[in-house]
């Protein structure tokens, strides 16, 4: 069971991919061997600054990318490994944390076992919905949404839109196997081609477990058959950026009355254990009714093919080299990797996916030193306060709309590190005699379990969204919360041995970019207590709209591959963050070296050469340095809300003018651009 919003409540994090570097080459944007001059920074400043660590760091055949980000992440999963087997050697008790943890990794690694077992874990599941007759197919379909996936719509639990201090319950309609429309309705010779490999993929898998050829190819047509309704039904990309759109509360007689074929009193008590809500929230309309019209119209075979690929897709990971060759002969299309990842790094992925916050507690003792975090909570408050300037001075938007917005910044609840309150993991059963698979899911039904159970209480606003070794940052708009792990907080972003100018061009800016989420086109629709009012003037809500599509048609022009360009629309948020990210790290940076007495233009201040403000912007486009596949730029220009990294550097700084004094960026230069065409919003 699942709910299917999309965009609707996932945190607006920096990015998504994770990230790190070694401590002791901390400044990796002045490495005379990464800069390369033949490309003036006046020309292409990503390629200039970055050029020389591309060519020393070629693509392996295991990665569709890899960047700075990659780099820290392999640091960041050593550690984690000799965590979790460390906690093995100690021979844990069963039952205790130890125990579940190293139970999981070591089941991951043993492909001897799960070979041996093949597609035995789920033969019996299948057997049974194989052997539904038409008066079972009600209780199939609860069985479904309870523990295995989320057919026709999906529905739960999160925190009400309105009123952030409840949960409300959602309804929206089902996921798509290839995540979005396009590929299914966009007749192309790309999409074509991904849709040919899922195609593949299905009956691959279908084969895996047991069926036979003719029977996996009927299961392969019926799902691409219902898929693609589903599919014609579901908001583009860029639709789903539109929140407000999201949030259309009905009671739970309208519900009955909008979709009347779906067995909703059952379905609330059966599959969450609840009473039927007085309200829910229906997130995309249109798309529930096509779930609503697909369970009355599809026959039982359809349905069953649709049940019995969406159980084989979602336990492939944790089934034999069967199921996880066939899903990496399928990732080689869609992003153009050569190489499955080591068994070692998709068994720790696994094992932190289900009991993450009890490894991140053991990460934090080890890796995480308190003088870290103090001193991140003053250059976060020195951030609050350069947003706060540049807000009041904002010359497009009015004082009643300003006094809001200051309001709101003042509100932010600041996580860093790591959860004042760890979560408690002693109920969760972890058998060593039990298959790979049923220890996973039987670990992912006590998550569902953990999130069901919220129901009917008051928001816990000390709940993380991620775990503390995650290396990435979030701002969540219905907490109005900005929240740092202990993980990101390493170098190239942030080093207590580095000078201002790097840490401010690193971590500053990751800083300055989650705050400005909160006022970005998705972050502006909630207010000081996270919840969905209108805090603009009609005059300054316009003004900001066109000031946001200004910035979109300036990533929209950018050919990312011959013939493909950018989607400014769907990265708005993201480039929004980016921009302010940017200019509130400048403007606490220069504050900060100003009340340190420190002249910025002297010959003093120079860093191996540079002036600091030339780091400051060094240091930020070597965050993003990074090779990356054909293949990989297409499939994150159609399904990432993250502009490419080469953009993020590029797009972005044309629009500052300090970027331009500090690399004496002139008209006629390509880096340039005029003053009249520069969008600058927060």
């Given at each position: 069971?699942?709910?299917?919003?999309?965009?609707?409540?996932?945190?607006?994090?920096?990015?998504?991919?994770?990230?790190?570097?070694?401590?002791?080459?901390?400044?990796?944007?002045?490495?005379?061997?990464?800069?390369?001059?033949?490309?003036?920074?006046?020309?292409?400043?990503?390629?200039?600054?970055?050029?020389?660590?591309?060519?020393?760091?070629p693509?392996?055949?295991?990665?569709?990318?890899?960047?700075?980000?990659?780099?820290?992440?392999?640091?960041?999963?050593?550690?984690?490994?000799?965590?979790?087997?460390?906690?093995?050697?100690?021979?844990?008790?069963?039952?205790?944390?130890?125990?579940?943890?190293s139970?999981?990794?070591?089941?991951?690694?043993?492909?001897?076992?799960?070979?041996?077992?093949?597609?035995?874990?789920?033969?019996?599941?299948?057997?049974?919905?194989?052997?539904?007759?038409?008066?079972?197919?009600?209780?199939?379909?609860?069985?479904?949404?309870?523990?295995?996936?989320?057919?026709?719509?999906?529905?739960?639990?999160?925190?009400?839109?309105?009123?952030?201090k409840?949960?409300?319950?959602?309804?929206?309609?089902?996921?798509?196997?290839?995540?979005?429309?396009?590929?299914?309705?966009?007749?192309?010779?790309?999409n074509?081609?991904?849709?040919?490999?899922?195609k593949?993929?299905?009956?691959?898998?279908?084969?895996?477990?047991?069926?036979?050829?003719?029977?996996?190819?009927?299961?392969?047509?019926?799902?691409?058959?219902?898929?693609?309704?589903?599919?014609?039904?579901?908001?583009?990309?860029?639709?789903?950026?539109?929140?407000?759109?999201?949030?259309?509360p009905?009671?739970?007689?309208?519900?009955?009355?909008?979709?009347?074929?779906?067995?909703?009193?059952?379905?609330?008590?059966?599959?969450?254990?609840?009473?039927?809500?007085?309200?829910?929230?229906?997130?995309?309309?249109?798309?529930?009714?096509?779930?609503?019209?697909?369970?009355?119209?599809?026959?039982?075979?359809?349905?069953?093919d649709?049940?019995?690929w969406?159980?084989?897709?979602?336990?492939?990971?944790?089934l034999?080299?069967?199921?996880?060759?066939?899903?990496?002969?399928?990732?080689k299309?869609m992003?153009?990797?050569?190489?499955?990842?080591?068994?070692?790094?998709?068994?720790?992925?696994?094992?932190?996916?289900?009991?993450?916050?009890?490894?991140?507690?053991?990460?934090?003792?080890?890796?995480?030193?308190?003088?870290?975090?103090?001193?991140?909570?003053?250059?976060?408050?020195?951030l609050?306060?350069?947003?706060?300037?540049?807000?009041?001075?904002?010359?497009?938007m009015?004082?009643?709309?300003?006094?809001?917005?200051?309001?709101?910044?003042?509100?932010?609840?600041?996580?860093?590190?790591?959860?004042?309150?760890?979560?408690?993991?002693?109920?969760?059963?972890?058998d060593?005699?039990?298959?790979?698979?049923?220890?996973?899911?039987?670990?992912?039904?006590?998550?569902?379990?953990?999130?069901?159970?919220?129901?009917?209480?008051p928001?816990?606003?000390?709940?993380?969204?991620?775990?503390?070794?995650?290396?990435?940052?979030?701002?969540?708009?219905?907490?109005?919360?900005?929240?740092?792990p202990?993980?990101?907080?390493?170098?190239?972003?942030?080093?207590?041995?580095?000078?201002?100018?790097?840490?401010?061009?690193?971590?500053?800016?990751?800083?300055?970019h989650?705050?400005?989420?909160?006022?970005?086109?998705?972050?502006?629709?909630?207010?000081?207590?996270?919840?969905?009012?209108?805090?603009?003037?009609?005059?300054?809500?316009?003004?900001?709209?066109?000031?946001?599509?200004?910035?979109?048609?300036?990533?929209?022009?950018?050919?990312?591959?011959?013939?493909?360009?950018?989607?400014?629309?769907?990265?708005?948020?993201?480039?929004?963050?980016?921009?302010?990210?940017?200019?509130?790290?400048?403007?606490?940076f220069?504050?900060?070296?100003?009340?340190?007495g420190?002249?910025?233009?002297?010959?003093?201040?120079?860093?191996?050469?540079?002036?600091?403000?030339?780091?400051?912007?060094?240091?930020?486009?070597?965050?993003?340095?990074?090779?990356?596949?054909?293949?990989?730029?297409?499939?994150?220009?159609?399904?990432d809300?993250?502009s490419?990294?080469?953009?993020?550097?590029?797009?972005?700084?044309?629009?500052?003018?300090?970027?331009?004094?500090?690399?004496s960026?002139?008209?006629?230069?390509?880096?340039?651009r005029?003053?009249?065409?520069?969008?600058?919003?927060?």
């Amino acid at each position: 069971m699942k709910l299917n919003t999309r965009l609707l409540l996932s945190a607006a994090a920096l990015s998504c991919i994770m990230l790190s570097v070694n401590a002791e080459e901390h400044l990796k944007s002045l490495n005379a061997g990464y800069i390369d001059n033949s490309i003036p920074a006046k020309t292409d400043f990503y390629e200039h600054v970055t050029k020389g660590w591309q060519t020393a760091n070629p693509l392996t055949p295991e990665h569709a990318r890899y960047g700075q980000f990659n780099i820290l992440n392999d640091s960041s999963e050593l550690r984690v490994k000799n965590i979790v087997l460390g906690l093995a050697a100690q021979k844990p008790q069963m039952g205790t944390v130890a125990q579940k943890v190293s139970t999981i990794y070591e089941q991951g690694m043993d492909y001897k076992r799960r070979n041996k077992l093949g597609a035995q874990p789920i033969k019996g599941l299948l057997e049974k919905i194989e052997a539904t007759g038409p008066d079972g197919m009600e209780d199939l379909f609860l069985m479904m949404h309870k523990s295995y996936a989320s057919p026709f719509i999906g529905a739960g639990p999160m925190e009400d839109m309105n009123n952030s201090k409840q949960y409300a319950m959602y309804v929206s309609g089902a996921g798509l196997g290839l995540g979005d429309r396009d590929y299914y309705l966009k007749d192309d010779k790309r999409n074509k081609e991904i849709l040919n490999a899922y195609k593949k993929l299905i009956v691959a898998q279908m084969r895996n477990a047991g069926l036979s050829a003719k029977d996996a190819k009927r299961v392969c047509d019926n799902v691409i058959k219902i898929e693609t309704l589903i599919a014609d039904s579901t908001w583009t990309r860029e639709e789903s950026r539109n929140l407000p759109a999201m949030n259309n509360p009905r009671t739970f007689a309208q519900l009955k009355s909008l979709y009347p074929d779906m067995p909703w009193d059952r379905f609330f008590i059966e599959t969450m254990g609840i009473k039927s809500p007085e309200q829910v929230i229906v997130t995309e309309l249109n798309t529930v009714k096509q779930g609503n019209d697909l369970y009355k119209t599809l026959s039982d075979r359809e349905k069953k093919d649709l049940y019995l690929w969406q159980v084989v897709r979602h336990a492939a990971p944790y089934l034999s080299d069967k199921f996880t060759d066939a899903s990496f002969e399928f990732n080689k299309v869609m992003s153009g990797v050569k190489q499955q990842r080591p068994r070692w790094k998709r068994s720790l992925s696994a094992t932190e996916g289900v009991l993450g916050e009890a490894i991140g507690e053991l990460y934090v003792e080890r890796y995480f030193p308190p003088e870290s975090k103090e001193y991140m909570i003053g250059l976060i408050e020195n951030l609050r306060t350069s947003l706060g300037k540049h807000i009041i001075n904002l010359p497009w938007m009015s004082d009643d709309t300003k006094l809001n917005a200051i309001k709101k910044l003042n509100a932010f609840t600041v996580k860093v590190g790591y959860p004042d309150k760890w979560k408690d993991y002693s109920t969760m059963v972890i058998d060593p005699e039990a298959s790979y698979y049923d220890n996973m899911h039987a670990a992912q039904m006590w998550h569902q379990q953990e999130m069901l159970s919220k129901w009917g209480k008051p928001v816990d606003k000390t709940e993380w969204g991620m775990t503390p070794q995650t290396i990435n940052a979030y701002y969540n708009p219905m907490a109005n919360e900005i929240v740092f792990p202990a993980g990101i907080l390493q170098a190239p972003f942030f080093d207590l041995n580095a000078s201002d100018a790097e840490n401010y061009g690193g971590i500053g800016v990751v800083i300055g970019h989650e705050m400005t989420h909160g006022f970005d086109d998705q972050g502006c629709n909630f207010d000081a207590e996270g919840n969905m009012v209108n805090w603009w003037t009609p005059e300054d809500a316009q003004a900001f709209s066109s000031m946001t599509q200004g910035l979109v048609s300036q990533f929209d022009e950018v050919e990312v591959l011959p013939g493909l360009h950018a989607n400014g629309q769907y990265t708005l948020g993201e480039n929004i963050a980016d921009q302010g990210g940017l200019r509130v790290a400048y403007t606490a940076f220069l504050d900060s070296q100003k009340k340190k007495g420190v002249d910025i233009k002297s010959e003093e201040a120079k860093i191996d050469g540079f002036d600091p403000l030339q780091v400051f912007y060094m240091n930020y486009a070597n965050l993003w340095a990074q090779n990356i596949r054909d293949e990989e730029i297409r499939s994150l220009t159609t399904g990432d809300v993250h502009s490419i990294g080469k953009n993020r550097v590029n797009v972005s700084l044309r629009n500052i003018a300090p970027f331009f004094e500090a690399f004496s960026i002139t008209e006629g230069d390509p880096m340039f651009r005029p003053e009249s065409e520069r969008i600058i919003i927060w």
